[in-house]
Each structure stands twice: as structure tokens, then as C-alpha cells.
């Protein structure tokens, strides 16, 4: 496998851990049964959103770099 598939797949890789994390988020914001919400599934939608976005943007540059 040359590099640039290598770092291509990766990319592909932290993508898919991004939806697995976003998709988390949005259980804990929106399907979590707890009324009202707590400042506790904030503060884990918090983690899990940026923790999505970290991984989507490195996703996304070594995809693009690949």
C-alpha cells in the first residue's frame, strides 16, 4: 500500500469515528429521555461535538493532502 493510500484510508477512518461521534452527540441531545436536560448530557454532547470535529478535520485534511 503506497503512502498516500495509507494516509487516504485514515482519513477515511477518522471520518467514520467523527459519524460515530456526531451521531453520539446528537443521541445525547435529542433522544436522551431526560426533561429537562441536565447541565451533565450538555457537557457530553460538548465532548462529543468537539471530539467529532477534531476528527473530521483531520479526516478531512488527510484526505485531501493524501
Not at 495509507?6 to 426533561?35: D, W
Amino acid at each position: 500500500m503506497a503512502d498516500g493510500e495509507h494516509t487516504r484510508t485514515l482519513g477515511v477512518v477518522s471520518l467514520g469515528i467523527a459519524l460515530l461521534l456526531f451521531g453520539g452527540a446528537s443521541f445525547f441531545l435529542f433522544l436522551y429521555p431526560v426533561e429537562p436536560l441536565t447541565p451533565f448530557v450538555y457537557a457530553i454532547t460538548a465532548v462529543l461535538s468537539v471530539g467529532g470535529a477534531g476528527f473530521l478535520v483531520t479526516g478531512l485534511r488527510r484526505i485531501v493532502s493524501g
